[in-house]
């Protein structure tokens, strides 16, 4: 950043989480644009009201297809591929056990085994039916729900990329609650705080320096509850009802696209540190920094990304020492 430029930094509460803007140049209009285009995204595909395209899917569930606009379309298609990989911890259809949790909102507690085993048959991802040709959306059994809380933010932050790239910004960064994209690289980096698990929301384990890159970090600290000693988090796994259960608090994913990292920050959460380093070992183009209950922070390799540590409580390691 040269002395002359300033940043500017905006800010606004939509899809439930706070959105930071940050600009190089002060341009108020161009922040509403960006603010208006996320809403239109959430009223899209939001689950937590009664009306959105997405609804529209799961109010018509075992009765008949509903046309979506091309958008929606696109996502639900990358989302059930996504959810269809061998052993993925990822599932678009996991929207009956999301509501009946309802981890983080009023009423959360542990349902009786029964009802989570009865909810399991209605998230089959292979019963979300595309129709390419009609841009249609089927799902075939009826209380079927789609839940695309786990990539919308990812799909709605590279949408804003994309926008403020047309406009010509050669320099911004947008924070989705939690899902950080990037244009342009200012001197030294763009800097993103690593949070450090269930501490004041301002404490941090260290921070990243990235350039036109994508950070995206799911926590199992954002939102939980607990109950007769043991903590319910919001990352479900899919094959068992119940939250993801391993050694992970929180995994961060730096990549180009942050659909990507929304993706694989929950796809490393059912593989764990182990077989997530290994899987990306076949993926250079995206890397993972796991932090771990026993206060470690491990980078699978750290070739898109420069990481410093602050909090000398944990220690650094690399996948390939981990
Ligand atoms: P994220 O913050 O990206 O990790 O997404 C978490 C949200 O995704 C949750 O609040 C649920 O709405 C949804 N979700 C929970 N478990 C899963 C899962 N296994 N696959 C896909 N979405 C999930
Ligand atoms: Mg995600």
Redesign the pocket.
């Known amino acids: 950043m040269s002395q002359t430029e300033r940043v500017y930094s905006y800010s606004a509460v939509l899809m439930g989480s706070p959105i930071l803007l940050k600009l190089f140049g002060h341009n108020e209009a161009l922040a509403s644009d960006v603010f208006r285009l996320i809403k239109q995204y959430e009223d899209l595909l939001t689950v937590n009201r009664a009306q959105s395209q997405v609804m529209s899917i799961n109010h018509a569930a075992g009765r008949q297809a509903v046309d979506v606009s091309r958008p929606v379309f696109e996502l639900i298609k990358c989302a059930k591929a996504a959810s269809m990989l061998p052993g993925s911890?990822?599932?678009?259809a996991?929207g009956p056990l999301?509501k009946r949790w309802k981890i983080g909102f009023k009423g959360d507690s542990v349902p009786p085994a029964d009802e989570i085993a009865a909810l399991l048959p209605l998230t089959r991802p292979e019963n979300v039916v595309l129709d390419e040709a009609a841009l249609t959306v089927f799902l075939t059994q009826p209380n079927m729900e789609i839940?695309l809380?786990?990539i919308a933010?990812g799909y709605i932050a590279d949408r804003v990329r994309d926008f403020l790239q047309r406009q010509g910004v050669e320099q911004g960064l947008i924070n989705l609650g939690?899902n950080v994209q990037t244009l342009g690289s200012p001197e030294g980096g763009w800097s993103i705080g690593l949070k450090k698990p269930f501490a004041q929301a301002d404490a941090l384990i260290g921070s990243l320096e990235v350039e036109n890159k994508s950070v995206v970090t799911?926590g199992v600290y954002?939102?939980y509850f607990e109950q007769d000693g043991r903590r319910y988090h919001?990352?479900?796994?899919?094959r068992t009802g119940y939250p993801l259960d391993n050694e992970l608090e929180s995994v961060t994913v730096i990549s180009a696209q942050s659909i990507d990292g929304?993706i694989w920050?929950?796809l490393l959460y059912g593989m764990g540190v182990k077989k997530g380093c290994a899987a990306l070992r076949n993926r250079p183009d995206i890397e993972a920094i796991f932090v771990t209950g026993q206060r470690e922070v491990i980078l699978s390799s750290a070739t898109l990304f420069r990481f410093t540590l602050f909090d000398k409580a944990y220690r650094l390691t690399t996948g390939s020492t981990a």
Do not use: C, M, W, Y
Not at 234 to 238: E, R
């Open positions: 911890a990822f599932n678009l996991i999301v839940d809380g786990a933010k939690g799911s954002e939102r919001h990352i479900l796994d899919p929304d920050t929950t």
